[in-house]
């Protein structure tokens, strides 16, 4: 599996731990089991090649990174969204956004261009391209600036 379906999927199961509440652990143990992964498949072809060990290690490791960087995540979100209210962003776009700078500060094997080109990708297939250029502008903000502190 490639990194860029790995990381949709990151995505997707942090939007599925925000939405729902659920614990990470419980998510991703049922998320893994291969009847279950398989059966995702017929509803979506992102599904159709189960993850290898590395594909399971990245994703396992950034969902429960973001889960457990979630509060600081936000306070980032909210900080490099300058003139909007935190309650204004979709769910879509702060999954999208966390997983990037989860990415960005807790993964450093990753280059920071992939991760806001990746995220931009996402928004733009998620959510349109004013979401994207949005995501951009935060992402960009927050990657400049928080590295520089670091």
Same mark, same amino acid.
């Given at each position: 599996?490639?990194?860029?379906?790995?990381?949709?999927?990151?995505?997707?199961?942090?939007?599925?731990?925000?939405?729902?509440?659920?614990?990470?652990?419980?998510?991703?143990?049922?998320?893994?089991?291969?009847?279950?992964?398989?059966? /995702?498949?017929?509803?979506? !072809?992102? *599904? %159709?090649?189960?993850?290898?060990?590395?594909?399971?290690?990245?994703? #396992?490791? @950034?969902?429960?990174?973001?889960?457990?960087?979630?509060?600081? /995540?936000?306070?980032?979100? !909210?900080? *490099? %969204?300058?003139?909007?209210?935190?309650?204004?962003?979709?769910?879509? #776009?702060? @999954?999208?956004?966390?997983?990037?700078?989860?990415?960005?500060?807790?993964?450093?094997?990753?280059?920071?261009?992939?991760?806001?080109?990746?995220?931009?990708?996402?928004?733009?297939?998620?959510?349109?391209?004013?979401?994207?250029?949005?995501?951009?502008?935060?992402?960009?903000?927050?990657?400049?600036?928080?590295?520089?502190?670091?």
């Amino acid at each position: 599996m490639i990194r860029k379906t790995a990381r949709e999927i990151v995505m997707r199961l942090c939007f599925a731990v925000s939405a729902g509440g659920d614990n990470a652990d419980a998510l991703l143990d049922g998320f893994f089991d291969r009847e279950y992964y398989t059966s /995702l498949s017929d509803e979506d !072809e992102m *599904y %159709a090649q189960y993850p290898d060990d590395a594909s399971r290690a990245y994703i #396992a490791a @950034a969902v429960k990174g973001i889960g457990a960087h979630s509060a600081e /995540l936000d306070s980032y979100v !909210e900080k *490099y %969204a300058v003139g909007w209210k935190f309650s204004r962003i979709s769910r879509t #776009a702060l @999954a999208i956004m966390k997983t990037a700078m989860y990415e960005i500060m807790y993964m450093p094997d990753i280059p920071v261009g992939v991760s806001v080109n990746e995220a931009v990708e996402l928004a733009k297939k998620y959510d349109g391209d004013e979401t994207a250029a949005f995501i951009n502008g935060i992402l960009g903000s927050f990657a400049r600036k928080e590295l520089a502190e670091a």
